[in-house]
């Protein structure tokens, strides 16, 4: 997972702001119906005192679009995008799936495979074409294991995908402080991207990725 540019910490400060003097009397107590508003709000994180973490629906009109997509400008969006799963069974299922793949890949490579972080060195040891066939299920197994114990490259490949908003809520309050800018959340088919990030307990948002495209028009 890459830091945040400066370009985007700062741009990130001033959304901060944007945001915090919009007012409470800008949020939405109720926030979208379900999937097909879902787009036409921000989400807020906020912290709160005594380790309170609360969250608020911004509407999009209750913004200053103008100032908002200045901000939003500068902002791409995360290669490694981080994925996080919804459930422990879930994530044994892609890891063991990456595991197969990367098994497989690995051991029709003819030159040495990067598995995770890992990469066969020793060829003047033993050539690639005979090691390979104890190193890659070994390899690929062991980032198999990172990947179930939430590390490394593969688990930063699984994002955030939740069918239901509610779910979404509760995992985002509990990992505000873990998303950077850019990071891309699927909430119930409804791309969203974090455009102020939770950093030092602050102010987690993150607005919908159709932004991004309507202020590039």
Not at 56 to 80: C, G, S, Y
Not at 105 to 125: A, G
Not at 167 to 179: C, K, M, N, S, Y
Request: proline share 5%; net charge neutral; hydrophobic share 40%.
């Amino acid at each position: 997972m890459r830091p945040a540019s400066v370009t985007q910490r700062a741009m990130a400060v001033s959304l901060a702001l944007i945001l915090i003097s919009c007012g409470t009397t800008r949020y939405s107590t109720a926030g979208p119906t379900g999937p097909e508003n879902l787009a036409r709000y921000a989400l807020i994180i906020k912290p709160r005192a005594g380790g309170q973490v609360t969250h608020e629906w911004v509407t999009l009109k209750d913004f200053d679009m103008a100032t908002l997509q200045l901000a939003m400008h500068p902002v791409t969006i995360n290669r490694d995008i981080v994925r996080v799963s919804t459930s422990d069974s879930e994530l044994e299922e892609y890891c063991e799936g990456r595991r197969l793949q990367c098994e497989q890949d690995c051991l029709t490579s003819s030159r040495p495979f990067l598995v995770d972080w890992r990469k066969y060195i020793d060829t003047q040891v033993q050539p690639w074409r005979v090691a390979r066939y104890a190193w890659c299920p070994k390899n690929c197994l062991d980032a198999k294991v990172d990947c179930t114990k939430r590390r490394g490259k593969w688990y930063e490949e699984y994002s955030p995908s939740f069918q239901a908003i509610a779910p979404a809520i509760d995992w985002l309050e509990e990992h505000h402080t873990e998303l950077l800018v850019g990071t891309v959340v699927v909430i119930a088919g409804v791309a969203f991207t974090v455009v102020v990030a939770a950093s030092g307990g602050g102010v987690l948002a993150l607005a919908p990725l159709v932004l991004f495209a309507e202020a590039s028009r």
